[in-house]
């Protein structure tokens, strides 16, 4: 069997207006800044509709991927994908980060795509369980949020990190015409444990 | 072995001022869009220092990539860089594409970064040498070629197409600040033959 | 009483769903590309909302402002919106452009936002009534305008041009937090005769 | 005499590799969301190159701008760029602001450039010395000095505050093609004390 390689349209997961998801390039460019391998062992924090989660799992189909996620609307969808797409290997976790991390395994990586606030918490609890050369990926939409973050990586001796600010506009097609439609910029901080 | 995942850093490779490189994330984009397997059998058209290619051939490695490239600056980079990586499924052709595509076996998926004012020759060539299934993904940076690549894909029945413009600012540390380096805007468009 | 200076705020217009509005930075940006002095005659295609064509005849206060525009909704929203500013050097035109230029007296500045695929014919009329240093400023959304109108551009011995490629992302205040709100990328293109 | 309008070109004034000088559409932008009229008293920290002050002097001709700047190689630039429009409404004071802010008279604007790390203290002195109404403009690069910035303007009961990202890119012509040039994201905060 062919190995994974991500990249699924948005269209292919289950959504709700109410759970925001991570949009196709977004997504590519965190799962791979997390470097994952066959045997990785992912942490997701504020998983959403799961998209990440299920192509980390994918990708790590030795390994496992532990979705955290606060919001009861978003945990049957992350359920449904996990089942359309045949990934086994991801456990939900229905709980607030940091709650949580401290009681997993060892981890090669995780995203943080949502912090509610605990941003410092969960960089904290997660650096705890990552081994030496992990990654930590945070996708940041506020300008509160990208700081605190870069503060939080700067801070830590045994961390150095990248960061990229990405903005996408995808083209709809309208009769001879292509139409851009802006999504928002993201910012992409990258923090490997050395 | 665990299979290659793209994104290698920029400053992996070997470089020259005047050959172009593509920058990181929009080279794992274009891969990712490409849709690349073990087996997959393509070609780069305007292959620069060969990041791409080498990064293709590293995904396709029961495949093959096939580099085209004009600049004969580039030729012996693109080499250095296959050797660097221990990359073998790999073959320079220098020519001025669209010369050098008719002879190439069928492809699976094609890659246009540099089209030297030939696009519509180069695409009409790849789209006879790739089999259903098969992806091109066009990277374009003037309003030219961005306008030139979406008539093409309109022209043609058995092509459906998408596309995205991604602008990366790249933050770099400056003390206890990260200041962004922008990245010129680019357009990906990635044509499916149906 | 003091000059007017561009910049009034989005939500100062009255709006209709259906008529699309050149929002505020873009709105500065477009008017400042022209160059208009007070004496100043304004041809505005596609004029929407009109509140381009209003703060473009704040700023020409003995000129005058001729707004085309075919979209009988928006029509009833140009006259409030210049009732509203106690614009009085406005003239609405309800007709599809080119219709309608050829009658106008010179011009010394021309906005072209929305062209429905008549650009050409639209710059043709216009560059017709313009006089030598006046300037045509095209907003253009899609990569065929902003093709179109380089390419229609390059063709005239008698205009230089520059153009810009502007993305806006407004922040909107969200408890501690600001969120940004993308905004398509427009690109500005002036043309001044020479 | 007719009224300045701002968005002279770049290469109007005079520069120096040494001395940053904001872009032309960011200058615009910056001047527009001052709301300057002819009898404005403006303090332009970080004036650079003086591009902003002389646009803002040439606007306030009745008023006045006092532009501090602590880099002794701009000092002589904003002498020779007012020298060059005739602008003699405009003081140079040689200083690290906030030092010179608490001397000035009182403000109906001001804009922030250059903080060198003293932002909360500049604008603190702005905010003694600025009339009820006038307006703060701040031009952002790092994501530091973005979040210090908003988090200042949302400790004050006194102020109320826009933000808006603008990622320019200019286009150049090379031969039928346009290539663009992607200039930083620029973070634009606007703060009016009420």
Same mark, same amino acid.
């Given at each position: 069997m062919t190995p994974f390689v991500p990249g699924m349209d948005d269209q292919e997961f289950l959504r709700d207006k109410a759970v925001p998801m991570t949009k196709k390039e977004i997504r590519i460019l965190t799962l $791979?800044?997390?470097r994952i391998?066959?045997?990785a062992v992912i942490c997701d924090i504020g998983a959403g509709t799961g998209s990440l989660s299920i192509e980390a799992a994918l990708l790590a189909k030795n390994g496992h991927v532990f979705a955290i996620e606060k919001n009861p609307t978003a945990l049957p969808l992350i359920n449904a994908n996990a089942a359309k797409f045949g990934v086994k290997n991801l456990t939900i976790i229905?709980? /607030?980060?940091p709650y949580g991390i401290a009681d997993l395994p060892d981890l090669t990586a995780a995203f943080v795509g949502g912090s509610g606030g605990n941003l410092s918490l969960i960089i904290e609890a997660l650096a705890n369980r990552l081994k030496v050369g992990g990654r930590i990926v945070v996708t940041a939409i506020t300008p509160q949020t990208v700081a605190a973050c870069l503060a939080d990586m700067k801070r830590r001796d045994n961390f150095r990190y990248e960061a990229v600010v990405v903005q996408v506009s995808r083209l709809r097609r309208v009769g001879s015409l292509d139409l851009p439609a802006a999504q928002n910029p993201i $910012?992409?901080? /990258?923090g490997e444990k050395v």
């Open positions: $791979t800044a997390a391998d066959e045997n229905p709980a /607030t980060a $910012t992409i901080i /990258t």
